[in-house]
């Protein structure tokens, strides 16, 4: 079975003035895949899915959907098709539930394309939640609200890849159970996923594959199931929970 690369990442290095915070990283996404990438607290996971957003600068090679960028820019990617998440959320807190989702189609509409309001209509299919509070403002959310909204604003530039950086941060387990289920439910519709995770046991549980990076090097690497049975990761990073 070959399945179609979405990503690949070859040599990824981005240095920090001396110090390299990422060292030739290589990575690869299948399409409609679940790949994860886990690692403890400054590892150098947000890090890598910046410079392969084009948000920094970096070396090495970045192959998305067929065509390779000597550096990636931001803007191009977006327009390509790959989608991220922060850490930080970053919505508009003083705009509406549904202001910050029409946003995220501004690169779409400029584009020409005139679909914002069906999209919506599938995102809030996926999120009930942020149907009901659509005219609420995006500040006043609880957490778990904020990170659905960051998950469907992002979903409203409708990615071929989308990339969550550390999605359970911060939440309650229900939440982060919820959160989970629809990062699965997205599979399903066909988007690639490339998550970051602290959380090594749920991001196991539903990748398809799975990276372990350590102080800015790819450690270890497998499916993601064989790395959840491994002796050193459930030392290091499953623990007894
Ligand atoms: P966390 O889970 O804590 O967010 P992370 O795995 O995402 O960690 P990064 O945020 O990528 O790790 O950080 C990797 C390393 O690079 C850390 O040592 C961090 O202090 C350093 N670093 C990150 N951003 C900068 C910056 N703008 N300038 C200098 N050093 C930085």
Request: glycine letters at 10%.
């Amino acid at each position: 079975l070959t399945l179609k690369t979405v990503l690949e990442v070859r040599d990824l290095t981005v240095s920090y003035g001396k110090v390299e915070a990422l060292s030739n990283a290589n990575i690869k996404v299948g399409e409609g895949q679940i790949v994860t990438v886990i690692g403890p607290n400054g590892a150098g996971k947000t890090t890598m899915l910046s410079a392969i957003m084009g948000l920094l600068e970096s070396r090495g090679k970045v192959d998305f959907d067929g065509t390779i960028e000597g550096v990636p820019v931001v803007e191009r990617m977006v327009a390509r098709g790959m989608n991220l998440v922060p850490e930080k959320r970053e919505l508009f807190g003083e705009m509406t539930v549904e202001d910050n989702l029409v946003l995220g189609a501004f690169q779409r509409h400029r584009a020409g394309h005139r679909d914002h309001a069906q999209t919506m209509e599938e995102v809030y299919q996926l999120f009930p939640r942020l149907r009901e509070r659509r005219s609420q403002l995006a500040g006043t959310l609880s957490g778990g609200e904020r990170q659905m909204l960051a998950v469907g604003r992002a979903l409203m530039a409708k990615p071929k890849l989308l990339m969550l950086d550390e999605p359970s941060l911060g939440l309650a387990p229900l939440i982060v159970r919820e959160i989970f289920r629809i990062i699965s439910e997205l599979r399903r519709r066909g988007v690639s996923i490339l998550l970051v995770e602290q959380n090594a046991r749920a991001a196991l549980q539903v990748a398809d594959y799975a990276y372990v990076l350590e102080t800015g090097e790819i450690a270890m690497e497998g499916p993601a199931r064989q790395l959840a049975d491994d002796p050193r990761v459930i030392e290091a990073y499953l623990g007894l929970g």
